[in-house]
C-alpha cells in the first residue's frame, strides 16, 4: 500500500514537471510566432521602402537625364545619378541580404517551434 503511494506520488510528480515543460515549451513557442510575424512586418515595410526609394530615384533619373543633356556641367548632374542609383542598388542588396537573414531566422524559429511541439504532443502521449 505504501510502496502504491510512493509511486503514485512519483507520478504525479513526473507529470507536474512534464506539465510544466509543456507550458515552458508552449511560451517559446508562442514568443518565437510573435517574433517571427514581427520580423515578416518588417520585411515587409522595408520591401515596400525599397520599392518606393528605387520608383523614386527612377523617376528622379528620367527627369535628370531628360534635362540634363546639353552642357559638360549637366553631364556632371548625370553622374549623380548614377552615383545616387547606385547607392540605391547597394541598399537594395542590403535589404535583400537582410530578408534572407531574416527568413533563416524564421526558418530556425520555425525548426525549433516544431521541435518543441513534437516534445510537446510526445509528453501528451505519455501521460495519456
Not at 513526473?14 to 510544466?20: F, H, I, N, T
Not at 510537446?120 to 502521449?125: G, I
Amino acid at each position: 500500500m505504501e510502496e502504491a503511494a510512493v509511486n503514485k506520488k512519483a507520478i504525479v510528480e513526473k507529470l507536474e514537471r512534464e506539465s510544466a515543460e509543456v507550458a515552458k515549451a508552449l511560451k517559446v513557442y508562442q514568443e518565437a510566432e510573435r517574433v517571427k510575424v514581427e520580423a515578416q512586418e518588417k520585411l515587409k515595410v522595408e520591401s515596400e521602402k525599397l520599392a518606393e526609394a528605387e520608383r523614386q530615384a527612377q523617376e528622379n533619373t528620367e527627369k535628370r537625364l531628360n534635362a540634363l543633356v546639353k552642357s559638360e556641367e549637366e553631364k556632371q548632374a548625370l553622374l549623380s545619378v548614377v552615383s545616387e542609383a547606385n547607392a540605391l542598388a547597394q541598399k537594395k542588396i542590403w535589404a535583400e541580404r537582410k530578408l534572407r537573414q531574416e527568413s533563416e531566422k524564421a526558418a530556425e524559429i520555425s525548426v525549433k517551434l516544431k521541435f518543441e511541439e513534437s516534445k510537446r504532443v510526445e509528453a501528451e502521449k505519455k501521460r495519456e
